[in-house]
């Protein structure tokens, strides 16, 4: 060996632009030749550091001390670059100013609140699917179920006033865009930009949150000297950041491969307790969040190369979940599978404080429909909505038959 630290003679190189339309319309193919390309990849467009594989995806997931999430995840370094909104308590920091904030907010969305949660969210799916199948044998799932049943359950159990829930999505998903490069999805999203931003801080207010729920439980927390009351705005902010987009794609992910896998629907049929490990499944095989960046806190030995103190790290969340050097057969959706150790929700420090929550939601939805629906199919060709970070539907039109 002569490489020297700092030299990455034989380190690959591609210079696909992961933001790109066509790749985001479908990532795989690049996924592929990225993760056959070796364990790491220079990506000369963004001149960033890219690991496709699921062994570097993970050992970066759980090396927060290499790989630093204060300068920002997304490719935005906050070293060089102001960021466009005052950065996450929780996503864009790191120990030990990360760890106050995620204790607080690992407890209010913890065992004892999805408890008290579990019969309304029940109720509320079965109501939901209820009307939208007395509305006819085909529908959209996107437009009619999964944007729908988030933003019934989860703003309330927020506490978030009733006024101006329709930015939610509009917000989110400027801001997983903005994870992203300036192009012109970041573009599209700017002019609303000031008007979102600032709806969003109005409503983290204390007096503006409902005196039961998890934002006036955050603030409680501020109460008890757990985090300061300054913090506590931003922490309900990474709910109404982080709880809508990701369950909705979530969802429209996993009725996405029920309908092109007519055996594992009837799998679920039979027996509806897989609804939880269904979720996972399909999280894993489709990846609502795609990617995250890191950002190297000094010279990284990575196999044979070095990720240069202060560059952008991309880890590739959806090509690790459908490495083979992991998984058997990756690229199907199996129940007969276990999902557990895929990056979809990443790993470590930062593994997604809210999986519970979507875990359930998406419990209530799939077992609702489970118990109503004999079969379910595409009705037409489902349609993509692209963003720098979401894998997600715009559309998915269904046929199904009741039971
Ligand atoms: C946040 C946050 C956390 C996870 C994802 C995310 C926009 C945001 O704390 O604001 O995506």
Redesign the pocket.
């Known amino acids: 060996m002569t490489a020297t630290l700092g030299t990455n003679a034989a380190l690959p190189t591609d210079d696909v632009d992961p933001f790109s339309h066509e790749v985001l319309e479908d990532p795989l193919p690049m996924q592929e030749a990225l993760r056959e390309a070796g364990p790491m990849v220079h990506l000369t467009r963004y001149d960033v550091y890219a690991f496709a594989r699921y062994e570097q995806v993970h050992a970066a997931l759980v090396d927060w001390q290499d790989f630093q999430s204060a300068a920002g995840v997304g490719l935005s370094n906050f070293r060089h670059e102001e960021p466009w909104r005052p950065p ?5 920091a790191d120990p030990p100013r990360h760890d106050a904030p995620r204790r607080v907010l690992t407890k209010v969305l913890g065992p004892r609140a999805l408890r008290r949660l579990r019969d309304r969210w029940t109720a509320d799916a079965e109501a939901l699917v209820d009307e939208v199948l007395a509305s006819g044998a085909e529908f959209d799932a996107v437009r009619d179920l999964t944007s729908v049943f988030p933003l019934r359950v989860f703003p309330d159990a927020v506490g978030l006033g009733r006024e101006g829930r329709e930015n939610l999505l509009p917000y ?1 998903d400027h ?2 865009n903005a ?1 992203g490069p300036a192009n012109d999805l970041v573009e599209r999203g700017t002019p609303r930009v000031a008007e979102l931003s600032a709806w969003v801080a109005d409503r983290c207010r204390r007096e503006a949150l409902a005196p039961v729920g998890f934002g006036a439980d955050i603030w409680a927390a501020s109460d008890r000297g757990e985090i300061t009351p300054e913090m506590a705005p931003l922490v309900v ?2 709910l109404l ?2 709880g809508v987009d ?1 369950t909705v794609h979530g969802l429209s992910a996993v009725l996405h491969a029920f309908a092109t896998h007519p055996e594992e629907w009837q799998r679920l049929r039979v027996q509806p307790s897989l609804a939880r490990l269904a979720f996972d499944e399909a999280v894993r095989w489709e990846s609502p969040v795609q990617t995250f960046f890191r950002t190297a806190t000094s010279d990284v030995r990575v196999g044979d190369h070095v990720v240069p103190d202060g560059s952008k790290i991309l880890m590739f969340l959806g090509a690790a979940n459908r490495d083979p050097r992991r998984w058997t057969r990756p690229d199907a959706f199996d129940l007969t599978r276990d999902p557990s150790g895929h990056v979809g929700f990443g790993m470590g420090i930062h593994q ?1 404080v809210g999986q519970h929550v979507a875990r359930l939601e998406s419990e209530a939805v799939l077992t609702a429909l489970a118990r109503r629906v004999r079969s379910l199919e595409l009705a037409g060709p489902a349609v993509r909505h692209h963003n720098n ?1 979401l894998r997600a539907w715009e559309s998915i039109p269904v046929r199904v038959r009741t039971a």
């Open positions: 996450s308590l929780l996503l864009e989110g801001a997983f994870f902010r990474s950041t982080a990701t997604c970070t």
